[in-house]
T-cell receptor, first 113, second 114 residues
């Protein structure tokens, strides 16, 4: 069984500052890792995913994440925050034994002008 | 393509009432899922389906039933609603048995049980 821990339920950053959202996972097999974003009163949309290959993954809206197997981490970053990045972000993991996703509890990002 | 749609968007029920939430997808996806989202708990899987006519229990199935009579539709039923079922419900779908299992989400249904 896999599980996901997101460190920090709320993150506040200044516009133009670095955004760093932390995600650690546990999985007994090689994982597939995802970051989803949820804007207020909307469904979730995929930011980026890691399946195999290059461990640095680039997504939409300038976000990227790095898979570090030794640290069982998949942290999400964006060099320069924009007001439109205010949302809730979810890390998720799946494996090849089943086709379900396990989600972290989410991190809410607020961006200060 | 509309993607994943959910009906209704909002609903208020009294304890003991029943209702059905409808999810439809036009992407010819094999897999469909129902989640509930509660503050601080992320998304929890209620039931899922790996194909037409098949369903399976997820993490929190009690008090819910599902049916997948057509490939494009996945229905979630509450036979006797309870206040603990107040939540936002999301439907999702995914294409195939590929390992990446990227899921596409609907806009959600906000349910309040009084």
């Amino acid at each position: 069984a896999q599980s996901v821990t997101q460190l920090g339920s709320h993150v506040s950053v200044s516009e133009g500052a670095l955004v760093l959202l932390r995600c650690n996972y546990s999985s007994s097999v090689p994982p597939y890792l995802f970051w989803y974003v949820q804007y207020p009163n909307q469904g979730l949309q995929l930011l980026l995913k890691y399946t195999t290959g290059a461990t640095l993954v680039k997504g939409i809206n300038g976000f990227e994440a790095e898979f570090k197997k030794s640290e069982t981490s998949f942290h999400l970053t964006k060099p320069s925050a924009h007001m439109s990045d205010a949302a809730e972000y979810f890390c998720a993991v799946s494996d090849h034994k089943d086709y379900k996703l396990s989600f972290g509890a989410g991190t809410t990002v607020t961006v200060r002008a | 393509n509309a993607g994943v749609t959910q009906t209704p968007k909002f609903r208020v029920l009294k304890t003991g009432q029943s209702m059905t939430l409808l999810c439809a997808q036009d992407m010819n996806h094999e897999y469909m899922y129902w989640y509930r989202q509660d503050p601080g708990m992320g998304l929890r899987l209620i039931h899922y389906s790996v194909g037409e006519g098949t369903t399976a229990k997820g993490e929190v199935p009690d008090g819910y039933n599902v049916s997948r009579l057509k490939k494009q539709n996945f229905l979630l039923g509450l036979e006797s609603a309870a206040p603990s079922q107040t939540s936002v419900y999301f439907c999702a779908s995914s294409y195939s048995r590929e390992w990446s299992n990227e899921q596409f989400f609907g806009p959600g249904t906000r349910l309040t049980v009084l």
